[in-house]
């Protein structure tokens, strides 16, 4: 969990613990919760809420070409037979 320092003028090392810039503040590095509870005892330190990344999605394996090649022709095949039996009815 992280804390946000909303304070003025707050540094990059409070109590110990590394702070960064960012919109609204400046962010913690990622802390204990009895670290974080003691921070937002504090006016002006809250909170904030972390969102776990999305865990990355493989794509999944494309089918070799010689498949793809086969269900092609056979594709074909197909046309070209339901073609012929048109043209004979």
């Known amino acids: 969990m992280r804390v946000l320092c909303t304070l003025p003028h707050a540094g990059t090392l409070i109590s110990g613990v ?15 919760a009895d670290e974080a ?3 937002v005892r504090i006016p002006g330190y809250v909170l904030v809420a972390e969102v776990a990344p999305e ?3 493989e794509p ?4 070799p070409l010689s498949s793809a090649v086969r269900a092609a022709a ?8 339901e073609g012929a039996a048109a043209a004979s009815a």
Not at 18 to 32: E, H, I, N, Q, W
Not at 60 to 63: N, Q, S
Not at 74 to 81: F, H, I, T
């Open 37 to 39: 509870a003691r921070f």
């Open 18 to 32: 590394r702070f960064a810039p960012t919109d609204g503040g400046m962010l913690s590095d990622p802390l204990t």
């Open 60 to 63: 999944a394996p494309a089918a």
């Open 74 to 81: 056979e594709l074909e095949r197909r046309r070209r037979k």
């Open 55 to 57: 865990p990355a999605v």
